[in-house]
């Protein structure tokens, strides 16, 4: 829950700046908890990990809060929300 995501963000960021075939896009990860405060405490740890804050590079969005911002490539969520996200065609495109 927390190593993959940190190795699957710094490998597409390590190959789109080798001349990867992304076209310029950000590569987003997107990680499922079971329970809001697993979703929150994992991003507070990976944040730290990688020496950043929360909403910053990694965020999370449980019911009725995120802390994500438009340059979060890490997002911890419970399962309802990426369900929801899913069925939203706009959003779905981000991961």
Known sequence: STQVP???IDECGSSSSSGGNDGGHHRNVVVTQPRRIAAMSL??????????????????QIRLEARVS?????TYCT?????R???DRRV????
């Open 6 to 8: 940190q190795f699957v």
């Open 43 to 60: 991003a507070d740890r990976v944040a730290s990990e990688r020496g950043g804050y929360v909403g910053g590079e990694v965020g999370y």
């Open 70 to 74: 438009n340059r979060t490539r890490i």
């Open 79 to 83: 399962t309802g929300i990426l369900l």
């Open 85 to 87: 996200q899913l069925m």
């Open 92 to 95: 779905c495109d981000k991961y």
